[in-house]
């Protein structure tokens, strides 16, 4: 055994994972990253304009709160010098294996240990941790002709910094989280830029402000000032899990001012209606916005909803048979998130496979372990995601869980743990009972959803409420064995970097 845990991945995930297990005196991990720095989406997503949709001082952790947010709503490069920082700061750097790509996971149940390979070679741990983000594998989508296009093309979480548009037809395709912010940004340089929307979102006007000067000295004189404005965002931000989970109706409110939006940036009727959604308001993520109706209102700009038939060397061609000439193509259509190539990778007791178990709706257990996946946690895991509020909420409530199981399992000499499957299935019939009365069941087309339309990507409550449930490791709800004979408890403190 080469270490006792793995960790997968730097992103707020991985990092503060690592963080809080050298809190709790727990030193014998190495974190495995693909990339040569830390800061998962937040490295990889450098496209201009992108930022954080959740307010500053609640996307961070609790435990390291950054007085000097430039903004209510953080600059994507801040996000990622925190990350940096606070990476820094705690001393998790040497733990970190850059450029390791984890390339499979086999969990080995004669030696109850998982089996890693990585780009850089194979690996023995007890533990494997994956913090590897929902969010972290852009979508390509499957046009004829993609790989035919002559001009420019990237993905928005590839962006490429070296190629100018000023002057150029740019096509932007998908008018989603990141495509919102990115084209009022480019917009005024190119000659021309068509966006092609295949559905209209639901665009709130945005509360971004400067953090003033005096604000920023109060935070870092008083730090409790800071954790009772966090304190009261939460608070807030909750609001909005009674409208998508409990009463979508009372979203109506929400989606009038969403509208008044639309009217009091753009005076063609006809697109206003073409940027009025059709589904309910919260169905799909809703987004931030006081420049992305004005931009698409410029007269450089189109809005092409006639869907993509093709593309060809030099145009995209849409359903009508019209070919619209161009030189860069942006791809702004999301990452693979409920078929996250990371599942793939992950090889259970008996053969199984977690992709292939949570495309047959087995789901997992407090979206952190799953059955048939012994010693296996999960951060961010199913039904972990949320509408409403921070991220880095749910991440830490899944590590004070699994910190408080590691802590349980070795206080009984425990050697492996696995979820029960009666206690899987229960809180999974639990919670797709609970996501028919949500907003995102009311029939629109989201990345939350399964090819089946189940919905195994979102929290269908309030936030406190999984912190509740993840207060405590409930060892009652788990199968626990001691070590096999002749494997020697204790042998994985030979960690080796
Ligand atoms: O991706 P998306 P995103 N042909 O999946 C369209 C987080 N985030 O990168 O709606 C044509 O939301 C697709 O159309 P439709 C945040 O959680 C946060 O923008 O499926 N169009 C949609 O319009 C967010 O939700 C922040 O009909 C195609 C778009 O592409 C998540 O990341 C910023 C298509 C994809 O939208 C993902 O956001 C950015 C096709 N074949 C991201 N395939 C902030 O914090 C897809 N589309 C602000």
Redesign the pocket.
Known sequence: VNARIAIVGTGFAGLGMAIRLKQAGIDDFVILERAAEPGG?WRD?TYPG?????PSHLYSFSFAPNPDWSRT?SPQPEIREYLRRTAERFDVNRHVRWNHDLLDATWDDEAQTWELLTSQGPLIVQFLIMGTG??SNP?V???PGIERFEGTMFH??SWDHDHVLDGERVAI?????????VIPQIQPTVAHLDV????P?WVMPHTDRRVTRVERALFRRLPFTQRIVRAIVYGLREIYAVGFTKRPAIMRGAARVAKSNIDRHVSDPALRATLTPRFEFGC??V??SDTYYPALAQPNVEVVTT??REITAGAIVTADGVAHPVDTII?????K?VDNPANALLNGREGRNLAKDLLDGKGAYLGTTAHGYPNLFMLTGPNT?LGHSSMVFMIESQIAYIVDGLRRLDRVGARTVEVREDVQVAFNGELQRRMARTVWSTGC???YLDADGRNFTLWPGFTWEYRRRTRQFDVSSYDVSPAREGVVRGDVSSAHR
Do not use: H, M
């Open positions: 989406t997503n992108c930022a954080c949709d959740v709503y929902g969010l979508s989508p499957e046009i928005t979480a395709i998908g008018t989603g989280a990141s495509a919102i912010q092609y929307q295949r559905t979102p799909k993520r987004l931030l869907g993509i791809l702004a259509t999301g990452f998130v995601g087309a989201s990345w």
